[in-house]
């Protein structure tokens, strides 16, 4: 059996446009945030594991570089990874690792953005290789929305249906960012308002699509030894995996999409779930694009292949209902993408440990945590539960 | 350290070799070699880490391009950035988490299709108070050696014996891409880049990529009879601000210890037979003697005016000619964990030396070393 490991701390920023701060700054606030809400010292911490979006985003070659002062990483030992979207999932097993390979007893996990700063979508365009994709693959929204397309002609799902559906998960996480003191768009809207935004790339609207960020996020994981000397809650983790796929687009399937499933499928073996719709109280899915999510549904077993529509219909997945998504607002209201997986693990391991405030969903014990990357490319997952 | 972690093959491509393909297809060929060598099918494979860098690579999510030409398609699989020796070191501890029991490790960049080295570093350096200055690799570099040579009286001389060294080894690497007879005059005589640097103490600018294989003890004990063993590692960051660092004892000095606690080295000038260290320019090899405990404080220079770490001195380093022969700047970290292991394996062919029994491998990258790893390896 593998030596296990607990997060014990969790500090995010405010996100939104954060122009008061420069990179360093921000990220000292958020693991400012960590050491304190550990209750331990700098000094505590034995190692850092880091990550960001592609390097030209932030305008720092090896960024890790830059941020080590600001991560109380003088002196220490520091890795950096870097694999897109998916990164701040990556920076969450590259900690959990430094713990389970015995060599460390408390990790430091840190992830930031500032979109405000780079040319997000200029930078994601250089993603797809320079021969093949590129010319035709340029950003994210125009890879989500083939995605979109194909998942309903896969079904022959009526476009209206799909639609409204995209449009709830919209309205519902919008809802919950409002009781997310830390959420970047902070506003209701409506139905109405969602379908009746403007077009990004067909046939997803604006207010499908997430924002771009700045803002930071800090975990601290432990080893079960430190972790049962805290002397309260914590969130353990219970099961983690990550896939990729092709990196040419059409070489793989985008709805039954392998990378998605595989991920959930051998960390729920790792954490012993069998039915996740009943033994998962919460889920942090990545969801940049409404349609996206009902995708994510499917492949992570929350209902059958081609069924999510009735899911966000039945209430299933919206608050209150018997899995609720995205309680934070999830990526949809705030997305500073280099911490933005990071989050949803921050964000599940505060529901586990009942000290989500107001976007609590009461009695949480179980939570998916889900990250996704590369040109439609990579998933990983991360399971925490209360209990060991 | 809990489960222990075996390298148990070794592959690397050439310069040329590199210079004619894209990094999707040599990361296919030096992954699909590897796995050859032990009769191994990407099935089999239980994770891997891959490390390259998006500017290196010249393009964003490095790993995407390659992810399945790696044999990663579906797997458990990340990458590391900026430092080839990074994925060993995840690659080691996601063996020694019990969590899988084989895992390849890569590490690729094609220098010869991205900018130039300056402009890359000088990336590195804060954009507000230290880029618009112009720092970047060489010049960093030379105010360490100033700051070196004017403390210890390390000559340059001194610093160009190890150019001499590593690239006249180099002529027994097939895999080197700088190497040839030089004197102490040639370097002395080449063009200054940052004066005390000159030319030939700079390592060139290469092609290259490397994978290893790692496992666990079970699957190596069933899969080679001469398997290397991983015995230690450690790594350490300095801080960013140029002035804010002591040039002369930074994050290396660290790293060392931690490796050297872990592998239960108390006397590295005896106990190691063979280094591997991260030199992109001449006068650090001096340094980190030093820094590495080979000799002590300000005796760099001395170290190598003995012969100490020639092929037939007492502790040789770099007989593959290190990173003044060959610097694929993400894969050289690993390149040196790879040379390392192929003197445990007696494979190092004409560059190999005899009884070989504790090797160590070091690589660094940032600005005058910023950040420095460790491994120790061993039979």
């Known amino acids: 059996m593998a030596r296990r490991a607990a997060i014990i701390g969790v500090g995010q920023t405010k996100h939104g446009r954060r122009e008061d701060v420069n990179y360093v700054e921000l990220i000292y606030e958020a693991v400012k945030a ?176 997430c924002p771009s ?48 499933i595989v991920a959930a499928k051998k960390a729920y073996q790792q954490a012993g779930i069998t039915n996740p719709r009943k033994e998962l109280d919460v889920a942090e899915v990545y969801n940049p694009f409404t349609y996206q999510e009902l995708i994510f549904y499917e492949c992570f077993g929350f209902c059958d292949f081609g069924k999510a529509c009735e899911l966000v219909e039945d209430g299933v997945v919206l608050r209150g209902g018997e899995l609720p998504c995205d309680p934070s607002g999830g ?16 964000e599940a391991a505060l529901q586990v440990t009942g000290r989500a405030g107001d976007r609590q969903i009461a009695g949480a014990k179980t939570a998916l945590a889900h990250a996704m990357g590369g040109a439609c490319q990579f998933n990983g997952i991360m399971i925490v539960g209360s209990e060991l | ?64 391009v390659y992810y399945d030409a790696l044999g990663a398609y579906l797997k458990n699989s990340s990458k590391t950035e900026e430092d080839g020796a990074f994925a060993f070191i995840y690659g080691a501890m996601r063996i020694m988490s019990g969590h899988y029991d084989t895992c390849i490790v890569h590490a690729i960049t094609k220098g010869s299709e991205i900018p130039g080295l300056s402009t890359l570093t000088n990336l590195y350096a804060d954009p507000f108070f230290q880029r618009p200055i112009g720092l970047d690799d060489v010049s960093t570099a030379a105010l360490q050696a100033m700051l070196y040579m004017n403390k210890y009286k390390i000559t340059e001389e001194q610093a160009a014996k190890v150019v001499v060294k590593n690239l006249g080894n180099a002529l027994d690497n097939p895999y080197a891409h700088k190497k040839g007879k030089f004197s102490v005059e040639d370097v002395l005589k080449s063009r200054t880049m940052a004066y005390p640097i000159k030319e030939l103490d700079c390592a060139t600018y290469s092609d290259g990529t490397c994978a290893l294989l790692l496992t666990s003890e079970e699957k190596a004990k069933k899969m080679t009879k001469n398997p290397v063993w991983l015995r230690g590692m450690g790594w350490c960051v300095d801080h960013q601000f140029f002035g804010d660092r002591d040039l002369l004892d930074g994050a290396l000095r660290k790293a060392a210890r931690m490796a050297y606690a872990t592998a239960g080295i108390k006397s590295p000038s005896k106990e190691i037979n063979v280094a591997e260290i991260c030199e992109p320019y001449s006068f650090q090899e001096l340094l980190y003697y030093e820094q590495l405990g080979f000799c002590g404080e300000g005796e760099g220079g001395k170290f ?76």
């Not at chain 1, 972790?227 to 969130?235: C, D, N, T, Y």
């Open chain 1, 34 to 209: 960590a050491i304190a809400d550990a209750g331990i010292s700098p000094d505590d911490i034995e190692a850092v594991a880091q990550g960001s979006m592609p390097s030209p985003m932030e305008g720092v070659n090896a960024n890790h570089l830059y941020w080590a002062d600001a991560m109380t990483a003088f002196g220490k030992p520091l890795l950096r990874t870097a694999t897109c979207g998916s990164v701040g999932m990556s920076i969450a097993h590259l900690a959990t690792y430094h713990i389970t390979s015995g060599m460390f007893d408390m990790v430091l996990a840190v992830g930031a953005q500032k979109m405000f700063e780079g040319d997000p979508q200029g930078t994601m365009a250089t993603v797809a290789d320079p021969w093949f994709q590129r010319w035709f693959i340029a950003g994210a929204p125009g890879v989500f929305s083939m995605q979109a397309h194909q998942y309903m002609y896969r079904y022959n799902l009526p476009e209206e249906r799909v639609r409204e559906a995209a449009a709830r998960i919209s309205v519902n996480h919008h809802d919950n960012a409002m009781d997310n003191p830390y959420a970047h768009l902070r506003f209701k809207v409506t139905m109405e308002d969602v379908m009746k935004s403007r077009i990004i790339a067909y046939p997803t609207r604006l207010m499908d699509v």
């Open chain 1, 213 to 260: 960020s700045d803002g930071a996020c800090a975990v601290i994981f432990a080893s079960e030894e430190k972790a049962k000397k805290m002397g309260r809650k914590v969130a353990w983790v219970k099961g983690m995996n990550y896939a990729g796929d092709e990196h040419f687009f059409g070489d793989s399937d985008k709805v039954v999409w392998e990378a998605a």
């Open chain 1, 331 to 346: 990526v949809l209201c705030t997305n500073p993408i280099g911490a933005t997986g990071l989050l949803r693990v921050a």
């Open chain 2, 1 to 64: 350290m809990t489960n222990r972690v075996a390298i148990v093959a070794v592959e690397q491509l050439g310069p040329e070799e590199c210079a004619n393909d894209n990094v999707r297809d040599l990361t296919f060929r030096v992954s699909k070699n590897l796995l050859n060598q032990v009769g191994l099918k990407r099935e089999d494979v239980g994770t891997i880490v891959s490390s390259s860098s998006d500017f290196w690579q010249g393009i964003s999510c490095s790993n995407s």
């Open chain 2, 304 to 379: 190598i005016d003995k012969g100490n770490t020639t092929m037939k001195g007492k502790l040789p380093v770099n007989p593959s000619g290190g990173v003044l022969a060959h610097n694929p700047y993400v894969a050289r970290g690993l390149l040196r964990i790879a040379e390392a292991a192929l003197q445990l394996m007696g494979k190092a062919e004409k560059h190999q030396v005899d009884g070989v029994k504790t090797a160590l491998a070091h690589s660094t990258h940032g600005l005058a070393g910023q950040h420095h790893s460790v491994v120790i390896l061993g039979k």
